[in-house]
């Protein structure tokens, strides 16, 4: 999109506020708002400001310009995509979705996502106690679901299916397929909408994988495409697991309670491929995987027992390193960070990670 085209749009839909989002490399949705005035710095890629103690420079991605529908229409909100530069070094690539750009994912990806609701004034307390499927009077969240699709629709993305998860208080959404490249945005997208519309409902939308002593969450991967395709893709997945698992499984408590075998992970039957990662997995490293290029040794995969093997495995992984760069070290600083934090409240409360 021109700049001009840009800007016309801006003034088309009366928007005041621009939100400038990005991503950082936990997957955590981050933005900076500018007024309408104040745009021209961000078409010029002048825009910087300071993130996690480093000064970064904004590259906007003009096409992703999105209205958000809750907001009001006098006074419009809009939101752009965007990446994070060093401004002194451009070609370093600290940015998860700027590193997933290089790639082109053709297949077609479909993704069902559940996350939990619960009550604001008691932290942890499920909305209802419905199961599976379950409709209302035991279904408490249909109106939110309603109200998330179709939000969702008005801003372009399609939801094939929607309903009540298994455990208490568990949603579940399926999105309609999408090419690979789309995919990332889009599922960012649907967390921020799920968030913000529970909010609005006065609820707590979580996407923490590990509630009520129970693993219910996930977030499902569903590849189509020709069976050759398919069935390299599957062989790399497999091969790429004992390495790259906490990509997939990011947090200590995605290793409590979660059937530790290879097929409640990746399940192939020949027509497609369903990978099943935490709702905490950045969706950008996720599917960036998809392009390293490896020899395929479809073995049984031995999955970490725990955080701290799956964290060993990657820091000690040289495929991973040559292929993220600037990435790799950065997303095992946080995760070290993390261990390192788990392992202090452990031996200061006698945490046992539940």
């Not at 890629?45 to 958000?68: A, R, Y």
């Not at 455990?167 to 909408?193: C, M, R, S, W, Y």
């Not at 097929?263 to 192939?268: G, R």
């Not at 905490?280 to 970490?304: G, H, M, R, W």
Request: glycine residues 6%; proline residues 6%; contains cysteine.
């Amino acid at each position: 999109m021109e700049h001009m085209e840009f800007l016309e749009q801006l003034n088309t839909y009366s928007i005041k506020f621009l939100r400038l989002q990005f991503v950082d490399v936990a997957g955590n949705l981050k933005n900076v708002a500018v007024t309408s005035e104040n745009v021209g710095e961000v078409l010029k890629k002048e825009m910087t400001f300071i993130h996690n103690g480093e000064k970064v420079l904004f590259e906007p991605d003009l096409e992703s310009l999105t209205v958000l529908p809750w907001r009001p229409r006098e006074g419009a909100v809009g939101r752009i995509y965007g990446n994070l530069l060093l401004p002194n070094d451009e070609q370093k690539i600290i940015c998860p979705r700027k590193f997933f750009t290089r790639f082109n994912l053709p297949l077609e990806v479909a993704v069902e996502f559940s996350f939990y609701l619960q009550e604001k004034v008691q932290e942890k307390t499920p909305v209802d106690h419905a199961g599976l499927w379950d409709v209302s009077p035991l279904d408490l969240g249909e109106n939110l679901r309603r109200d998330v699709v179709l939000t969702l629709e008005k801003m372009g993305i399609g939801v094939k299916y929607s309903g009540h998860g298994a455990h208490p208080g568990e949603q579940v959404l399926g999105l309609k397929p999408v090419k690979g490249n789309k995919l990332p945005d889009i599922l960012t997208t649907a967390k921020f909408v799920v968030r913000t519309i529970a909010e609005r409902h006065g609820l707590n939308a979580s996407f923490f994988p590990y509630h009520h002593k129970k693993p219910g969450l996930s977030v499902k991967y569903t590849f189509l495409g020709e069976k050759e395709e398919t069935e390299k893709l599957y062989q790399k997945i497999v091969t790429l697991l004992p390495e790259a698992e906490i990509i997939f499984r990011p947090l200590i408590n995605d290793y409590y309670g979660y059937p530790q075998k290879p097929e409640n992970f990746i399940f192939y039957d020949g027509d497609h491929i369903v990978l099943t990662v935490s709702p905490k997995a950045n969706p950008y490293l996720v599917l960036s995987l998809l392009a390293i290029e490896t020899n395929v040794n479809a073995q049984n995969p031995v999955l970490a027992a725990d955080f701290g093997q799956a964290l060993r495995r990657f820091s000690e992984s040289t495929k991973l390193r040559e292929f993220f760069g600037e990435l790799f070290w950065r997303y095992l600083k946080i995760k070290q960070k993390s261990y390192f934090d788990f392992w202090s409240r452990v031996h200061e409360e006698g945490d046992n990670g539940d």
